[in-house]
C-alpha cells in the first residue's frame, strides 16, 4: 500500500460506494493533532504535514508566509502549490532536480517561455521521465 493510500485509508472518511469502500482524502482538521506513525518518512517531513493540518484547520487560506514559516516547507513547495493550487502559469521550478536536468539535455532556456513557464515545467518532467 502507497504512502498516499495509507493515510488517505487510515485518516480519511470511509464511505460505500455501491458495493465497494471508498476513502475521502481527509481534511485538515482529520489530521491535525493525530499521530502519523504509520507513515514511513522521517519526523520532519510527518511534523510538517501536521503543522500544515494545524495551520489549515484553523486558517482555510493561510498566506503563503504563513506556509513558509513551517519548519520543513520551503520554497520549492510554494512555488509548487502556487502552480498547480491557483494554476499561476508562470511558475519555474528551476531548483527542481529534474527540472535542471532536463533542461539542460533540452537546452532551454526558461526566459523565452515567460509567460507560461508551468507549462515548460510540466513538459520538462514529462520529457525527462520519457528517456
Same mark, same amino acid.
Given at each position: &500500500?502507497?504512502? !498516499?493510500?495509507?493515510? +488517505?485509508? +487510515?485518516?480519511? &472518511?470511509?464511505? +460505500? /460506494?455501491?458495493?465497494?469502500?471508498?476513502?475521502? *482524502?481527509?481534511?485538515? /482538521?482529520? !489530521?491535525?493533532?493525530?499521530?502519523?506513525?504509520?507513515?514511513? %518518512?522521517?519526523?520532519?517531513?510527518?511534523?510538517?504535514?501536521?503543522?500544515?493540518?494545524?495551520?489549515?484547520?484553523?486558517?482555510?487560506?493561510?498566506?503563503?508566509?504563513? !506556509?513558509?514559516?513551517?519548519?520543513?516547507?520551503? /520554497?520549492?513547495?510554494v512555488s509548487y %502549490?502556487? %502552480?498547480?493550487?491557483?494554476?499561476?502559469?508562470?511558475?519555474?521550478?528551476?531548483?527542481?532536480?529534474?527540472?535542471?536536468?532536463?533542461?539542460?539535455? *533540452? /537546452? +532551454?532556456?526558461?526566459?523565452?517561455?515567460?509567460?507560461?513557464?508551468?507549462?515548460?515545467?510540466?513538459?520538462?518532467?514529462?520529457?525527462?521521465?520519457?528517456?
Amino acid at each position: &500500500m502507497g504512502q !498516499v493510500a495509507s493515510f +488517505t485509508e +487510515t485518516l480519511g &472518511m470511509k464511505y +460505500t /460506494e455501491g458495493k465497494t469502500r471508498r476513502y475521502a *482524502f481527509p481534511a485538515p /482538521e482529520d !489530521v491535525a493533532g493525530r499521530s502519523l506513525a504509520f507513515l514511513k %518518512m522521517p519526523q520532519l517531513r510527518k511534523q510538517a504535514i501536521s503543522d500544515f493540518a494545524t495551520l489549515c484547520a484553523n486558517n482555510p487560506c493561510p498566506s503563503y508566509d504563513d !506556509v513558509l514559516a513551517i519548519k520543513g516547507i520551503g /520554497e520549492w513547495t510554494v512555488s509548487y %502549490m502556487k %502552480m498547480r493550487g491557483d494554476g499561476d502559469p508562470d511558475i519555474y521550478l528551476s531548483g527542481d532536480l529534474i527540472v535542471k536536468k532536463a533542461a539542460q539535455r *533540452f /537546452e +532551454t532556456d526558461e526566459a523565452q517561455a515567460a509567460p507560461w513557464r508551468s507549462y515548460l515545467t510540466l513538459q520538462l518532467w514529462h520529457l525527462y521521465n520519457q528517456k
